[in-house]
């Protein structure tokens, strides 16, 4: 779970270090400061290497190495749409790159390390499951497991997260036939196994967080509600060291054998007019961390295999790290999957938004009141409705709408208020397009009460539901609430079994109130002043 949250910076003027070269032919840095900037967009999954290694890098050399952290979907769309805001682009996988880069746009593009994706669980489920201390578990093995019901599977939102994104097509090869060396084609996607095999799949999951992180957050802080999941092994370990460290049970994992997906973590520079320096810089970074025996080291400390060896086989791994009692193998005999075409991943990801996915009735409980228009948190209201609701933004974020949801914006003051709610059944353009004009029309005005809307939305979601439609709340306030209907809306949203994503937005926002909603629905707090990007995480849970 990887919102618009398009930072721009200005552009950088970068100047080269000179260097001189010793009477052995390599090059040798003066004791002069270097001037040079590089601006790298990444992924989050590349933050604990980026704290780790490539900032004391950079403060080594001298070098001015401003990250940004943006999710899956912001990274393809920023390097679609042509912004010239950075230097580089570090995705997790290869999977998003080539929807970002269908023009090219990116140069001298490396894998940096590579992580492969997993079936992890809490080391008592899979010992329930028979998985315990086997070296080889087919992935049929573990898809009778999830799809039988007897354990409970989280998985990031694949439109969202590489993660999420990597095991889909690892589990559409499998149904498909194919073999590791065999990319899925339009025409294995559009067959009845692929079309019927990644529906059950999709649908044997009990929660989809919009991002890695998010996931395994979530996982750890509710093993009653999360048993096993699809995540990278590099983050298994490193949770592992954790949980070890407290005390707590660790989680064991399972390579699906014949489908085995791996996060290549692919680095590229995209070159424009007055950059040139930063190409040098990243060049210096790439080979430092494909070939320094210090950096080779860091990676495998933090669970990452090099992208220079052979396959995924280690060479004497440490034990404390790939840990044989967690099920990490240092040795994996199998060649990766190969994904698919451009064209292939885009079309798969909107199935799954309209066809894989279950069907969501989502209740919006949005903030109306006469604070709103004073912090300008309206006006990110407006522009989140635009991207979540209007169908031709939402393509654009992979947020599309199912034929069979339900999508229901309260807005509330003292009372819900504003001639809201407003429901919009299926899929019907026009429908969600006048939805995101309703939003967008409103003038924030009155006081606080988040209860009454909630309270509305326990009530609507308490009802029997048509289909396999799954239930969501999303809770947006900027201040606190008045508590009148506050044991009312927690007795109603309990007994509805709803999870509420419960977002604070602002300096005045109540965060006890708000996280004692999300944990009393199972559900999550986040706090962010950006509300498109609030938002669409949040939306991101369908």
């Known amino acids: 779970m990887r919102a618009t949250r398009f930072t721009a910076l200005a552009v950088m003027m970068l100047v080269l270090v000179t260097g001189c070269t010793n009477g ?24 604990s290497v980026v704290t780790t290694i490539v900032k004391p890098w950079c403060a080594a050399r001298h070098y001015t190495c401003d990250v940004t952290f943006k999710g899956s ?19 997790a996988s290869s999977v998003f790159l080539q929807l970002g880069d269908r023009a090219n746009a990116l140069q001298d593009v490396r894998p940096m390390f590579l992580t492969p994706v997993v079936f992890a669980a809490w080391r008592s489920e899979m010992t329930k499951l028979g998985f315990a201390g086997r ?28 993660s999420g994104a990597t ?19 339009q025409q294995q996607l559009d067959s009845p196994a692929v079309e019927q095999g990644v529906t059950r799949f999709v649908k044997a999951m009990d929660q989809t967080p919009p991002s890695t992180g998010t996931l395994m957050t ?54 424009h007019d007055g950059n040139d320096g930063a190409r040098r810089i990243l060049t210096e970074l790439q080979d430092h961390l494909l070939s320094d025996a210090d950096a080779q080291a860091a990676l495998l400390k933090l669970g990452r295999r090099p992208a220079a060896g052979v396959g995924l086989s280690l060479d004497k791994p440490d034990p404390e790290v790939f840990n044989p009692a967690w099920g990490i193998q240092g040795t994996i005999n199998e060649q990766a999957i190969q994904f698919p075409a451009a064209p292939v991943i885009q079309a798969a990801l909107d199935r799954y938004q309209t066809r894989y996915r279950r069907p969501v009735a989502a ?34 974020n992979f947020l599309q709408t199912h034929p069979q949801d339900s999508t229901t914006v309260g807005i509330f003051n003292a009372g819900i208020t504003g001639g809201s709610p407003w429901t919009v059944q299926g899929n019907d353009g026009a429908a969600l397009r006048d939805l995101a004009g309703k939003v967008t029309d409103y003038r924030p005005d009155g006081g606080t009460n988040m209860y009454a809307c909630l309270q509305r939305a ?3 979601l308490g009802r029997a539901q048509p289909g396999d439609r799954k239930r969501l709340v999303v809770l947006m306030t900027d ?6 209907d506050r044991d009312g809306a927690l007795t109603a949203l309990k007994a509805a079994g709803v999870p509420v994503v419960a977002i604070a937005f602002g300096r005045d926002a109540d965060p006890r109130q708000l996280q004692e909603v999300a944990a009393a629905t199972n559900g999550t707090f986040v706090r962010q002043d950006d509300l498109v990007a609030a938002l669409r995480q949040a939306a991101g849970y369908k």
């Open 24 to 47: 052995k032919g390599s090059a040798e840095r003066t004791d002069a400061p270097a001037a040079g900037t590089l601006r790298i967009v990444a992924g989050s999954e590349q933050e």
């Open 73 to 91: 979907v912001d990274q393809a769309r920023l390097l679609a749409a042509g912004s010239r805001d950075h230097d580089a682009y570090w995705f």
């Open 135 to 162: 070296s080889d578990v087919p992935i049929a093995d573990i898809l009778r497991a999830v799809e039988s019901g007897r354990t409970r599977v989280w998985i990031t939102n694949p439109t969202q997260s590489n």
């Open 167 to 185: 095991v889909l097509f690892g589990f559409m090869n499998h149904f498909a036939g194919n073999g590791p060396g065999a990319p899925l084609t």
């Open 218 to 271: 979530e996982c750890l802080a509710h093993p009653d509600q999360c048993r096993a999941m699809f995540t990278y092994e590099d983050l298994v370990i490193e949770k592992n060291a954790e949980l070890v460290k407290a005390g707590r049970e660790p989680l064991l994992v399972a390579y699906p054998r014949g489908s085995l997906a791996v996060s290549d973590a692919p680095l590229g520079f995209l070159p």
């Open 363 to 396: 209740w919006y409980c949005l903030d109306g009141s006469g604070s709103m228009g004073d912090n300008d948190g309206w006006t990110g209201i407006r522009a989140a409705a635009g991207q979540i609701f209007d169908p031709d933004q939402a393509a654009l």
């Open 458 to 460: 326990a009530q609507d």
């Open 479 to 484: 201040g606190q609430s008045g508590a009148r």
